[in-house]
């Protein structure tokens, strides 16, 4: 009997379809919370401010709201990301792992990309009386006095009540990350999150890591799978410096440029959605696999920009900003000069105009 | 009193959504709202924490370290006054519809944006449009972005956007249901035709 009851357990949780999955997870969290950590948690899904509470700044310049990682203890901290595993791929939470890790490395280089790097900041002149810009406080605090970088300052909530049949919604983030998670039913939309990193290359145990270097890879590799003619179409003639629908801009559809992908040839078209499965596959792969399967439908109205260099060198990031838009999509990618190197600081957004918090 | 309150209303003091942290650059992005007889530009503006002095002092003329009502507002009128905005050859006149404006903490700290929103009335016009739009404010520590949005009216095509470099200068060519252009050159005619038969009615009637 003591064998079998866990090997029950574990069929059973096998056979839980990925909605049941999480909203397990979620309850799961949410017993090791005391009243008042599950009051802080839980929102109203109807609650816009909070779906909206969201950036791409630290959360000593932004304050979040929800439970803080830092503020849990060890099996709370251990529930809370097993809730995010469950709602995402392996590959889609091993990212996250990544940029909140780039974070603690941002931390312990006291703000800066690489240890001994540039100032916080600094690499393009620095502000005038004194070469003390970027993020205030470096490494070690914020406004306020409030710390500012650090795998401890990423938020949990949850909006609604997790179920499997009636919408809720989970978010997950802090400095360069914004999951918006809400699972309808079978549904998981993901769209708007903010993925960013910074530093955007780094190491670990002798180990590099690159959170986004496949979104930088996979681009650069479809550029130069275009013939001059498709390149003058995908190459703006214009600098974009940052991105055009980060926070604040959810329901807005600007017009698209660039290339379209009905000029694109099979293989082309391949590796243009090759490049926007890295954010459509963050989610778990059931929600994952039916965001492809509509995104695919719409390949002939999908386009591609670039705006920047063309060139990267090997095992580096672009540099370059890039967008990817169709009737249900819009991904940049915008590297950030602040800090040195824009190959080393990257924020990038992924929304469905159309479908913000999972609305429709 | 009512003009008063909506200005008041119009021109608010709140935290508009968090953007990037720069450093020594203005971003200043535009969203350009298309329709039949009205343009809109939505301009957000985000202060690097190292310009912040320079944006700040042409914000707070009194150098009291509080943005008023009446400063913001004299700001976006500053602003208004830095772009210039036109269709098919013709000069618009935008006006202030709102403003904006985060804390001075947040703006210090290069984190708030400020929001900015003008509105012009435009003619009909033909079907063929040509919209110019400029932005030369700050323009020693700004970097510019301009973008149509999908028209709201689905009989309104975007056919091309044109941009300098710095997205200082765009150029915006579009399509809309209206007279076309082989019949537009013959509107002269036309009119004068209209204006005959209609003198030529009303002789008729005088004489009867």
Known sequence: ?360 | MKRALIAAALLTLVAAPARAHRLDEYLQGTLITIERTRVQLEITLTSGVAVFPAVFAAIDRDGDGVISQAEGRAYADRVLGNIALGIDDEKLSPHFVSAQFPSVAELKEGQGAIRLVFAADVDSGGSERRLTFQNHHEPRISVYQVNALVPRDRDIHIVEQKRNDTQSLYELDYTQPGIRKDVEGMAPAIAGLAAAAYFAVRRRMRAA
Not at chain 1, 5 to 16: D, E, F, G, S
Not at chain 1, 181 to 198: C, E, H, K, W, Y
Not at chain 1, 251 to 260: A, D, F, V
């Open chain 1, 1 to 360: 009997m003591g064998r079998i009851l866990p090997l029950l357990l574990a069929l059973t949780a096998a056979a839980q379809t990925p909605t049941a999955k999480i909203v397990s997870a979620a309850n799961a969290f949410l017993s090791t919370l005391d009243a008042k950590q599950r009051q802080a948690v839980t929102f109203s899904f109807d609650d816009e401010a909070q779906r909206k509470r969201w950036s791409n700044l630290p959360v000593a310049m932004v304050p979040r709201a929800g439970l803080k990682l830092g503020d849990l203890n060890a099996s709370q901290r251990t529930a809370a990301l097993a809730l995010v595993s469950a709602s995402l791929s392996a590959r889609g939470y091993e990212k996250v792992q990544q940029i909140v890790e780039a974070d603690e490395v941002l931390k312990n280089n006291g703000g800066r990309n690489t240890a001994g790097g540039p100032p916080p900041g600094g690499g393009r002149g620095g502000p005038p009386g004194g070469g003390r810009g970027g993020p205030p406080g470096g490494g070690r605090g914020g406004p306020g006095g409030g710390a500012m970088f650090g795998k401890d300052l990423y938020f949990i909530s949850i909006l609604g009540t997790p179920s499997e049949k009636t919408p809720w919604m989970l978010q997950f983030g802090g400095h360069h990350l914004a999951l918006n998670v809400t699972i309808d039913g079978a549904r998981g939309i993901l769209t708007p999150s903010l993925i960013g990193a910074q530093p955007a290359l780094y190491t670990v145990a002798g180990k590099t890591v690159r959170p986004l270097g496949a979104e930088s890879d996979k681009a650069m590799a479809l550029l130069n799978a275009l013939d001059e003619s498709q390149r003058k179409q995908a190459i703006l003639g214009f600098k974009v410096a940052d991105l055009v629908l980060g926070p604040g801009a959810d329901g807005k559809t600007i017009q698209p440029e660039g290339l379209r992908a009905s000029n694109m040839n099979e293989k082309q078209r391949t590796m243009l959605l090759d490049v926007v499965a890295e954010w459509a596959s963050i989610v778990h792969a059931e929600a994952a696999a039916a965001r492809m399967t509509q995104l695919k439908a719409e390949i002939a109205d999908m386009w591609f920009a670039w705006s920047g260099p063309v060139t990267v060198e090997p095992g580096k990031n672009i540099t370059a900003y890039y967008r990817i838009q169709s009737p249900h999509l819009v991904i940049e990618y915008a590297p950030q000069p602040l800090g040195g190197d824009p190959g080393m600081h990257v924020h990038t957004m992924y929304r469905d105009p159309t479908n913000d918090y999972g609305r429709k």
